[in-house]
């Protein structure tokens, strides 16, 4: 390891906070500002009537619709400003978790080359399909939800001027979080390349990566997801689309598994306040996300496998 190891580990850092900050900064501005507006209470209202379906009161749509434009965060700071079932707030648990600050992360896949169709049918699809089978196999959790902590408010704010200061603000420290976990990852990234780790690595994690239908080069992906997230960890893939010979398809299949299953820790440990069984809420989006990503592969194989070879005539 020298000092070219870590300006190459900067440079690439850097480089991936402007690809991805150009998502995120406008997105979070924008969402910000609309918050002041009727537009998501349109929006709200404009899904309510179909909560049923997932065994919802309609007044559900506002934690889901501020969770999916915004973030888990959001959601949560919804669901606290109202009482529901047990029941309930897992479902609105489960849906978030499989779709939640869709717009930012739906930037990102496409940056890697992952196709729009595919992000949200995965995503929604996930996401509605898991409300309705627990809404009909689950028959307890009729209790009313106690909640552990109260939601953080929001600043008070008057006229446009401190609202466009607020969405300025909240935009730039979302690139500012971004810049410092992807920045660091990076530079760690390089070293481990250089130094011949990350070949070691991908065979420790070739079984698994393998098993899921998808080459060893995918390996740091996919930790990089699991552990800090879709957004930081698009960071690593794109790198490795772009200098380890990652395929498109086989980035197509790690946001596959990673879109059901990414940032475990954290996006498991924030529902705990919520007074929700969090093992369950684990299990359903890692074994969802494994069974997902080996169907669609085997699906996708055996496509190929199909695909008629021309040859030229002799």
Not at 35 to 58: R, Y
Not at 115 to 138: C, H, P, T
């Amino acid at each position: 390891m020298n000092q070219q190891t870590i300006k190459d580990g900067l440079k690439a850092g850097l480089n991936t906070t402007w690809t991805l900050g150009k998502i995120i900064f406008p997105i979070t501005f924008l969402i910000t500002i609309l918050q002041f507006t009727p537009v998501l209470g349109f929006i709200t209202d404009l899904i309510a009537p179909f909560m049923g379906l997932f065994g919802l009161s309609g007044e559900a749509a506002v934690p889901l619709v501020l969770g999916n434009l915004l973030n888990l965060y959001a959601g949560i700071a919804g669901i606290l400003s109202l009482e529901m079932t047990v029941k309930e707030v897992f479902i609105i648990a489960v849906m978030l978790s499989f779709s939640h600050n869709l717009l930012i992360e739906t930037g990102v896949a496409l940056k890697v080359g992952v196709k729009l169709w595919v992000i949200l049918l995965v995503r929604l699809g996930l996401a509605f399909g898991s409300a309705i089978v627990i809404n009909l196999v689950w028959s307890g959790g009729e209790e009313i939800a106690q909640y552990g902590m109260v939601p953080v408010s929001e600043p008070d704010v008057s006229g446009w001027g401190s609202i466009l200061i607020l969405g300025l603000e909240k935009a730039a420290f979302g690139v500012l979080q971004l810049a410092m976990i992807v920045i660091p990852l990076m530079i760690v990234i390089q070293i481990m390349r250089d130094l011949k780790w990350l070949d070691v690595f991908s065979r420790w994690m070739a079984p698994v990566t393998r098993g899921l239908g998808m080459k060893e080069n995918t390996s740091m992906t996919l930790v990089a997801g699991l552990t800090i997230g879709l957004a930081y960890g698009a960071g690593v893939m794109i790198k490795a689309v772009q200098e380890d010979g990652v395929s498109k398809k086989d980035a197509t299949l790690a946001f596959i598994f990673l879109v059901a299953c990414h940032a475990v820790v954290e996006d498991t440990l924030i529902f705990i306040p919520l007074g929700i069984p969090i093992l369950p809420l684990l299990l359903i989006r890692l074994i969802t996300a494994v069974l997902l990503t080996i169907t669609v592969a085997a699906i996708w194989n055996r496509a190929e496998r199909r695909e008629p070879s021309y040859e030229q005539p002799h």
